[in-house]
Structure formats: structure tokens, C-alpha cells
């Protein structure tokens, strides 16, 4: 089971960028797919997550409205929008794959398998 997250990079505030979490060893509409980010100095944050079966999606507050998770069953690859991105929106980036309820979308610990993750920075 693999996750490999891509995507980041260097992008100046009000810019965008999409974050990939290519998924490979198991089926993608089995599982949730959640984001999480952390800063330097800070402790691992929600940041999104997609119930791939069915589609159903929750976004941590500080980034509803500029953020939006999709996915491709075909490419078994779940992608992470960021529009009007922040300099706080600096962070690396991890998807992880489990099998949280809805309500639960944000407790990293329900996540079993996690991707390596893609640092993204937000900076003039």
C-alpha cells in the first residue's frame, strides 16, 4: 500500500496550487482520503478529507471556500485544490488513507496509511 503525495512548491499569496495523492495496493472507493498539513514548530493540522465512495468531503474551517478536495478513480489519484493561498498556509502537506466516519474525518489516528508528504510554501 502507497501513498505518494505531489504537487508543492513555491507560490506567492493569492496564488494556487493542486496537491496529487496517487494511491496504489488498494482500492481507492474503499477508503477515506484525508489532508493534513504541519508547519514548523506546530502540531500536524486537518486540513480535508474525501469519503472517495459516494464523494462526500469535510474542510478544517481556515480553509473552506479556497480549498476543494476531488478525486479520479480511474488514475486512483485524489487531488487537493488550493486557491488564494496564504502565507500560513505554509506547510508540508500528507495525504493518509482509513476509514474514519464523517464526523471523525479530522482524528489523524484513524488514518492507517500515510504518504510521504510535499512541501508547499506560501511567500512574496
Known amino acids: 500500500v502507497q501513498l505518494q503525495a505531489s504537487g508543492g512548491g513555491l507560490v506567492q499569496p493569492g496564488g494556487s496550487l493542486r496537491l496529487s495523492c496517487a494511491v496504489s495496493?488498494?482500492?481507492?472507493?474503499?477508503?477515506?482520503i484525508g489532508w493534513f498539513r504541519q508547519a514548523p514548530g506546530k502540531e500536524r493540522e486537518f486540513v480535508g478529507a474525501?469519503?472517495?465512495?459516494?464523494?462526500?468531503?469535510r474542510y478544517a474551517d481556515s480553509v473552506k471556500g479556497r480549498f476543494t478536495i476531488s478525486r479520479d478513480n480511474a488514475k486512483n489519484t485524489v487531488y487537493l485544490q488550493m486557491n488564494s493561498l496564504k502565507p500560513e498556509d505554509t506547510a508540508v502537506y500528507y495525504c493518509a488513507a482509513g476509514h474514519p466516519i464523517l464526523s471523525a474525518f479530522d482524528q489523524a489516528g484513524l488514518y492507517r496509511y500515510w504518504g510521504q508528504g510535499t512541501q508547499v510554501t506560501v511567500s512574496s
Open positions: 495496493g488498494f482500492t481507492l472507493d474503499d477508503y477515506a
Open positions: 474525501i469519503k472517495v465512495s459516494g464523494g462526500t468531503t
